[in-house]
């Protein structure tokens, strides 16, 4: 089967636009999460969620940053008026309801400010 | 807050070596313990998890060992080819249906 699709792959834009990352997760999968990769960095949890619970919001960096996923499947993550430092490699994952499912990646959006 | 601490930052071994890279953590509610592979270019695979009610676990060439009491799991690599060489993160997170703390990963080189 498909496994997490992301789209774009690639992002440039300038300082201060808006931006939307698509995430499409492996089909039947409950869980969503969102990471960031800065270069030579490790990976940097942003949000998630699980089912029909409210999404932990905890990793956000910044009110500029704001997910959402709809009907429990496609999810957007929206950064407004980008800035520099947001340039990095946006991650997303699925996962089962099983409490052995692994969490599966997506390839990423790279994402760069100019 | 850096949940997970890694090291070493990079690691170059020759082929046949053996790399050890070392994990550890404070959160006593962690009971998931994973490690991805990333090539370059690529997104994170995930290579090999534990829970902390095994002190070993192995698959294929690749081997976690768990410390409880010390909060430190660590990857050894039997037998590293050159095809080993990627950057490898280990991770934490109270369950596998959880966000993943992870640590700042390890650039492993294996040479010929």
């Known amino acids: 089967g498909a496994g997490v699709s992301q789209s774009p792959s690639n992002k440039v834009t300038e300082k201060g636009k808006d931006v939307e990352l698509r995430c499409d997760p492996i089909s039947g999968h409950t869980a969503l999460y969102w990471y960031r990769q800065s270069l030579g960095q490790g990976l940097e949890f942003l949000i998630y969620f699980q089912g029909n619970s409210a999404p932990d919001k905890s990793g956000l960096p910044s009110d500029r940053f704001s997910a959402e996923r709809t009907g429990g499947s496609v999810s957007t993550l929206t950064i407004q008026r980008t800035q520099q430092e947001d340039s990095a490699v946006y991650l997303c994952?699925?996962?089962?309801?099983?409490?052995?499912?692994?969490?599966?990646f997506g390839d990423g959006t790279r994402l760069s400010i100019l | 807050q850096q949940q997970v601490k890694q090291s070493p930052q990079s690691l170059i071994v020759q082929k046949g070596g053996i790399p050890i890279i070392n994990c550890a953590y404070e959160?006593?509610?962690?009971?998931?313990f994973p490690w991805y592979q990333q090539f370059p270019g690529k997104s994170p695979a995930l290579l090999i998890a534990?829970?902390?009610?095994?002190s070993e676990k192995k698959e294929g060439r690749f081997t976690i060992s768990f410390n409880k009491s010390a909060k430190q799991f660590s990857l050894h690599i039997m037998d590293s080819q050159p095809g080993d060489s990627a950057t490898y993160f280990c991770?934490?997170?109270?369950?596998?249906?959880?966000?993943?703390?992870f640590g700042k990963g390890t650039s492993l080189l294996v040479t010929p």
């Open positions: 994952a699925s996962s089962g309801l099983n409490s052995n499912q692994p969490q599966h």
């Open positions: 534990i829970r902390p009610d095994v």
């Open positions: 959160n006593t509610a962690f009971d998931y």
């Open positions: 991770a934490a997170s109270p369950n596998s249906g959880y966000a993943l703390n």
